[in-house]
């Protein structure tokens, strides 16, 4: 079992949802980077999201992408960011996991990607793009070298096809609770809910749910549909831009608001 | 590609086998759009004075002669037609030289379906009159940038990809190259195979026999597997796809994918890209909006492999001469895209007999880029 699954298992015994607090590795910079990260852990995230940059995001908003292009302008390489992770898992005690786009594990081979992920002690991927009938080599790649691929499933996936991408699903499954790209919104409608009602009857792993949370009501309102983690990203950045003239405010606003998010798991 | 398009593209792939290749009324009506509505067939055309001058018999199939200005009406209209009979109420496209983005929007006002252009910034600059004659048509332009001035093909691509992810159930994304994911490939190069279909037959009835050799330039290549398609098991005529090699393969500024690029997975296929060792897509360069893409289709990457088509280059500087040599012999000014074919001939002419057949297929016609070359010459 890995230190995801455990917490899993840890907070649903104190009936607590988990809340994913995702970032963008070496944005706005590295060195701020990582003191983001450590005040993500120090304020009660549960589970540490590292979207790694891609020039072409296309599962990702307006912010992401912005954010991974600002990142990739700066010029930092695959090196420094996976250094980075190996800094993240040496530091924190924090279960991690990585979005990676297709084209990066591809490029590097998929091999090659998995093994050094591991030796950055990183054991749980998701991959946005690559959907199940293209699954099979990076399955195989991530089995053979201990990592785990968390699979997603979309509010356009239909029933069977969600029960068979459950059974290939490991640690969780990341639940796209709209139809379109990551980003902050303001409302999560009915939809979502019938939703996760139908996901909740088909799935036994932990359910995590992202793209566009944001509120602390928005976790209440999932909360009561037996939501297993709330992932939050864009957010983070919007914040992150907001602050960029003091790292102090950045700091202190981000930690304000994880605790006031985390606050509404505890149902 | 993500998850929530699985669906949309298991739609689009059954109405391929369905519709567009089963349903006789469908292709009745498509048959007769292109007739009477785009102008085909388009006349294969001997070009006397080129061939003087360059010592090989040139005939050009005259795409630039399509409603619309370019080979891309073809498969604007055929998706066009595809989205209506799926009962999409929205079509979207994306655009590099504004060829495929009018097409769309011609094809919409057309079909009387709303539709809506992706166009990066640096297109919108360099391509203002297909700007203009799609906001004519009614087609609403979006303007991609991915930071302050850059903007280009492949930012429209993703832009459109992310429209269509949040508008699945209303909205038809008609994408303009044999590029994207599965059926898209299959699905352009089906409604761009007349063109080589008609080569043939117009060939046969002027020469008694199949040409020496088809050109035509690439990008993502819709023009090029529609022109060498039907000649693919015809093992004698050789086929030559012409990348754009813009300031040169030695520099950063080309878009050489085949050339230059390893294989690599962008928008939803695998493929040859131009990339960087970390797997991130690199921005590419050609004076050619419509060559200015660091992918391919997948098609041409494997008739690449087994050594069926042959990828050359032309750079900017040639294009841009080719482009006046057709011009001033022929009096056909050509899309700056398609001068990279003609480039070709005109670099490679020796290497033919005099009694050798070369068809390029002139993809489109060139008034988008007479600003561009008139600042140039």
């Not at chain 1, 699903?169 to 996760?196: M, P, Q, W």
């Not at chain 2, 897509?281 to 997948?298: F, M, Q, R, T, W």
Request: positive net charge; contains cysteine.
């Amino acid at each position: 079992m890995n230190n995801i699954e455990n917490k899993f298992k840890e907070l649903a015994l104190k009936k607590e949802g988990a809340l994913v607090i995702g970032t963008v590795p070496g944005y706005p910079d590295l060195k701020t980077s990582f003191d983001i990260v450590k005040k993500i852990v120090a304020s009660g995230a549960d589970i540490l999201e590292l979207s790694s940059s891609f020039s072409d995001p296309i599962a990702d908003g307006p912010t992401l992408t912005a954010a991974h292009q600002k990142v990739l302008g700066s010029g930092v390489t695959k090196s420094q960011i996976l250094d980075f992770y190996k800094k993240i898992t040496a530091s924190f005690d924090i279960p991690v996991f990585v979005i990676e786009y297709a084209n990066i594990v591809y490029k590097i081979g998929l091999d090659r990607y998995f093994k050094k992920l591991r030796e950055c002690g990183i054991d749980t991927v998701v991959i946005p793009d690559i959907p199940m009938e293209e699954l099979e080599p990076f399955y195989h790649s991530a089995e053979k070298n201990g990592v785990n691929l968390a699979l997603l499933i979309a509010p356009t996936s239909p029933d069977e096809r969600i029960k068979r991408i459950a059974r290939k699903s490991k640690v969780f499954v990341y639940c796209v609770l709209i139809t379109g790209v990551t980003g902050a919104r303001e409302v999560i409608d009915g939809a979502t809910a019938g939703f996760i009602e139908r996901v909740r009857k088909l799935i036994a792993l932990p359910l995590v749910a992202g793209f566009g949370i944001s509120q602390p009501q928005h976790i209440r309102a999932l909360s009561k549909h037996n939501v297993d983690g709330f992932i939050v990203c864009s957010k983070i950045i919007d914040i992150i831009n907001k602050n960029t003239s003091s790292k102090k405010k950045m700091l202190n606003e981000l930690g304000r608001y994880i605790s006031i998010m985390k606050s509404a798991t505890n149902n | 590609m993500p998850e929530t398009l699985v669906p949309a593209l298991e739609e689009l792939e059954d109405a391929f086998f369905t519709i567009v290749k089963k349903d006789k009324k469908f292709k009745a009506e498509l048959n007769q759009a292109l007739k009477d509505y785009a102008g085909r067939p388009t006349p294969l055309y001997f070009a006397e004075n080129l061939s003087k001058k360059l010592g090989v018999k040139i005939y050009l199939k005259r795409e630039d002669l399509l409603h619309g200005g370019a080979h891309k009406s073809n498969n604007a209209i055929g998706q066009g037609l595809l989205a209506k009979y799926m009962g999409k109420k929205r079509i979207i496209a994306e655009t590099g030289a504004g060829q495929h983005g009018f097409a769309a929007a011609m094809a919409g006002a057309f079909l009387g379906i709303p539709t809506e252009v992706y166009m990066g910034v640096e297109d919108i600059k360099r391509q203002k009159l297909n700007v203009l004659k799609m906001k004519v048509c009614k087609a609403k332009i979006h303007p991609v940038q991915v930071r302050p001035g850059i903007g280009t093909l492949k930012d429209a691509v993703n832009e459109a990809l992310r429209d269509w992810i949040t508008n699945i159930k209303t909205t038809y994304y008609s994408i303009g190259s044999v590029v994207g994911p599965h059926p898209y490939p299959l699905l352009v190069r089906d409604f761009q195979k007349i063109i080589g279909e008609e080569i043939k037959k117009q060939i046969l009835k002027k020469e008694g026999k199949l040409p020496t050799a088809i050109v035509a330039c690439l990008g993502g290549g819709s023009n090029a597997i529609g022109a060498f398609y039907d000649f693919i098991k015809d093992k004698k005529v050789s086929l030559i796809a012409v990348e754009a090699a813009g300031k040169g393969l030695h520099t950063k500024k080309h878009s050489a994918t085949i050339n230059k690029g390893s294989d690599g997975i962008l928008h939803g296929s695998l493929s040859a890209m131009l990339q960087t060792r970390d797997g991130q897509v690199k921005e590419v360069h050609s004076i050619a909006a419509g060559l200015d893409y660091p992918g391919v289709g997948p098609e041409h990457s494997y008739l690449n492999k087994i050594e069926r088509v042959v990828y050359s280059t032309a750079t900017d500087q040639e294009a841009i001469e080719a482009f006046k040599i057709l011009s001033e012999t022929e009096g056909i000014i050509p899309a700056i895209e398609s001068a990279h074919a003609v480039a070709y001939i005109i670099r490679e002419a020796k290497k033919y007999k005099k009694t050798d057949i070369v068809v390029i297929n002139l993809s489109g016609r060139g008034d988008k880029d007479l600003d561009l070359i008139s600042k140039i010459l």
